[in-house]
């Protein structure tokens, strides 16, 4: 049995055995990719208007002042997003919260939330096939080696998509679809050929990426040769009552901010028990999926000068790799094209997978036909 043949049955053997995995994986993707924007639309729909009254939100003083009565067991973040009527959010680490109605400072009930429950649920079961949103280990596992044999079919089919004979005629029919197909074989052999080779590199880096989500020695694998050091930023120093009232509001200290950087979309600051001579700002100037639009930035609480910043090229390169992998996934590193293209993948996964049980199923019942004619003609 030559090389080709062999690949050729490890192809159909192992795409048939995780055939309802990758498919489950793919449509739950392709239902997954502009997941980010339909969760922002569904929270700006549900912002708190403006009071008849007025349109004149409460200072950020007195919305930070009741943003420190909330129990937290780090240090409380504060999350300001660059929309008219957007609440300021309050988080602990990962944790929100709560979300303060920028008008009265009143907390209001989590934006988009339903649309949110939906997709966490719906996340939960492409990542570990749970339909509660609850974590799976043994879910994450199946799919993970699903994940694996995902990435062995699609190097084993580049090398049988190749043609036996290297000319322009035989690359040309690999490459363009036929409107004429004597049969449904012929059509999704076609089919399979010629969408797979083109989506090939999208669905190698879905599936690569998608490894680091499913197990763990990824990673580690990948922190002991990736560089971790990185440049930090200085960290804040505390000073005096007395000194502190001489700086500049957290109200005028975000306007620099906003003056540094006119595309923020979202700001993230500590609420300090203390005042300190400096104070970190993290702004992201993308959708909130492209790290490479992400800064940290130092600044001087008394003059509101720029100290330092922080930007993505600065991080260490295994923070870098990591970042790019996450959101590579998705396609968000590259915005909404990134998106789509992500989503297209998957959308063509599912044909592959069709194609390809389809191809299987018309063989083995040829082989079973040529079985039951050697049988008659020996009785």
């Known amino acids: 049995m030559n090389i080709r043949k062999t690949l050729f049955w490890l192809h159909l053997i192992v795409g048939c055995s995780a055939a309802i995995f990758i498919f489950l994986m793919s449509i739950t993707g392709v239902a997954l990719t502009y997941e980010r924007q339909m969760i922002q639309a569904a929270e700006q729909s549900d912002y708190p208007a403006a009071p008849a009254t007025s349109n004149a939100k409460l200072p950020l003083t007195k919305l930070l002042n009741i943003a420190k009565q909330y ?13 008219p009527n957007a609440p300021i959010m309050i988080k602990d680490g990962r944790k929100t919260l709560a979300y303060l109605n920028p008008y009265t400072g009143a907390e209001i009930a989590i934006p ?24 799976s280990q043994s879910g994450r596992e199946i799919n993970g080696i699903a994940n694996i044999i995902f990435i062995i079919l699609i190097l084993s089919g580049l090398y049988l998509w190749l043609p036996k004979r290297f000319n322009n ?7 363009t679809l036929s409107g004429n197909y004597p049969n449904k074989r012929a059509r999704n052999y076609r089919w399979h050929n010629v969408f797979g080779i083109y989506i090939a590199p999208a669905l190698f880096i879905v599936a690569v990426t998608a490894i ?19 440049t930090k930023l200085t960290k804040p120093v505390e000073v005096s009552a007395q000194q502190g009232e001489s700086q500049l509001p957290i109200a005028k200290q975000l306007g620099k901010i906003k003056q540094y950087y006119p595309q923020w979309q979202r700001i993230q600051f500590s609420l300090d028990n203390n005042p300190t001579s400096s104070k970190i700002y993290r702004v992201d100037m993308g959708n909130g999926g492209e790290p490479q639009k992400r800064i940290s930035i130092l600044l001087d609480a008394s003059t509101g000068a720029m100290i330092q910043e922080q930007r993505f090229e600065q991080l260490s390169t295994y923070s870098k790799l990591r970042s790019y992998i996450r959101f590579l996934h998705t396609g968000e590193v590259f915005g909404p094209l990134g998106q789509t293209i992500a989503g297209l993948a998957s959308l063509f996964a599912c044909l592959l997978v069709y194609t390809g049980v389809m191809l299987s199923w018309k063989r083995w019942k040829n082989s079973r036909k040529v079985s039951d004619n050697v049988s008659a003609q020996v009785n």
Do not use: C, M
């Open 212 to 230: 680091f989500f499913s197990y763990k020695w990824p990673a580690q694998t990948l922190k002991s040769y990736a560089s971790t050091e990185s």
């Open 71 to 83: 129990p937290s067991e780090k240090i409380a973040q504060v999350v300001v997003e660059n929309q």
């Open 112 to 135: 988009g939330q339903g649309t949110k429950t939906f997709f966490r649920k719906l996340r939960a079961f492409h990542r570990w096939l749970t339909f509660d949103g609850s974590f």
């Open 169 to 175: 005629r035989a690359f040309k029919q690999r490459l």
